[in-house]
């Protein structure tokens, strides 16, 4: 759809203005006046009904017979008639642009490798410029930019599975986010290409089949903004289970200060998107970092834009929107450039990082006001994770607003508030290996394995810290060499059809993982009181 989201809405109220006039001027009034009136009265009918015509439209959508097969592309279908496209859909502007046959054989041995941790992969030139081997990869004339995922097992921490996604055009920008459904069956992941060097980017992200690693749809993002169309790149991808039971996945687009729109979806009703929210709902949009409270009801979304992140004082916000009802309440004294978010397991407190101002702010959730604030302990600070009982915040130091090259993360007491004074290790902690730019990190499921895992926007390896020792323990490296953004930890205990995620980036997500942080937090509070 090509024309402003709500536009219609502003139609139809004018038309009823205009009657509204047209019925006070039936005396009184000179006749040419009056003509005058009907005729701008029968103009806005009509702009009226071909807009809300456009609404009834999805835009252009190809099918794929099997994958690889293209069919013709289609005629542009009414909502529904594609079995994806609705109403949230269009007024988001995520397009549907084709669907596969995603069937296959599994994508690796699920009997062997049950636990796994999925993470994304692209070129992003460290390793293609820093060793010799890269250098000489890069010189190879078929050589081309690429972007998908891979699965890691969790325990023996070796590669089980790989994937490489495109569609038809040049890979201009890999996937910054990774993200899989509450029940593990589908992965979400981004990339934007052009077909040609003048072309516009074009966003994609593909939904695949996480059992066959083939992709069930791919979608792009275009729509309305200040004046125009604009597409984002896809960045970072979250799912949980909201109050009422529902699955739910969140696509968060855009760089930057000035994010959005973010589609969430509903990946049981064929991942049709649930809920839109756009510039309409929350305004500004900032980096586009969201997150589910703990019981599921809200989404935490990052308010911020380029001149918020340029002021003289902080002035950005949170949003804290219902994800329900789509009504929102603003949070405000955040810094600069609201980024990561996470939240405490008994729905008390919301912990923000300010990447501008390398501070960490603490919401009361009951209160939605910021109760209190403290340094990160770090330089340009991003990601957000939490220990077992809430006692310390692992901070990602990437270097945002910076150098962009961090290789360290500062701790936080949550106890004091304030960064963790400790003999065991320096602040920052460094993390060594081709750590830099780091950007994520996620708490392992298993508390006796008591780990976090870290993704390294400008290295490539994902590193991980053991939370009894304070020591890096492992780099597991790419199978491409290439980097790594999002997270994700999901279990298939009971096989393909009954997979489950434990954590993301935004903290845990399964039920037994958020009990087992509850009890312990609950513990310690008492412990520490």
Known sequence: MKSKPGHWRWLAVLVVVLMVALTACTSGVAQEDYDALQAELDQAKTDLEAAQAQIGGAPEASQVVQAGELAPALEPVAIGD????????????????ATFDSSGPD?????????????????????????????????DPNFENFAGYHVIDAYT???????????????TRGPHGVG?????????????????????????VAIVNARTGKMDKLLKQESYFEGGMRGQALHHIQ???????????????GFGANGGPHHILDPNDNNRVFRSITYDDVKPMGHPFTTPSPDGHYVYISMGANWIRSNHSPAAAIAKLDVNTGESTIIEGVGWHP???????DGKYTYVIDGHSSHVYKIDDELNEVVDETSAGVAGPYGICLNWDETQAWVDGKGEGSHNRGNSMGVID??????????LFNQPFYLGGSASSIDHCALHPDPEVNEIWVSNMNGWETIVVNLDTYKVTDYIATPHHGDTHGMAFVWYDGGWD????????????????KAEVLKRATEAAAANS
């Not at 594609?82 to 642009?97: P, Q």
């Not at 980024?339 to 397991?345: D, E, F």
């Open 414 to 423: 949550l106890v004091d508030f304030r960064p963790w004074r400790t003999t």
């Open 82 to 97: 594609d079995g994806w496209t609705n109403a949230e859909s269009v007024r988001g502007g995520l397009i549907l642009v």
């Open 107 to 139: 994508a690796w041995d699920i009997t062997k490798h049950p636990r796994v941790y999925y993470t994304s992969e692209s070129y992003a030139g460290s390793y293609f410029e820093a060793t010799d081997e890269g250098k000489n990869l890069k010189a």
């Open 339 to 345: 980024i990561g978010i996470t939240h405490t397991q």
């Open 180 to 204: 899989v459904s509450p029940d593990g069956k589908w992965v979400y992941v981004g990339w934007s290409e052009s077909v040609d060097p003048d072309a516009d980017r074009i966003n994609y």
């Open 498 to 513: 009954n997979g489950e995620l434990q954590a993301d980036m935004g903290g845990p997500k399964s039920a037994t993982m």
């Open 239 to 253: 799912a949980w289970t909201d109050a009422e039971g529902n699955d739910r996945v969140i696509l968060q687009w």
């Open 157 to 171: 921490k070796e590669v089980v599975f790989s994937n490489l996604l495109s569609y038809q055009g040049s890979i």
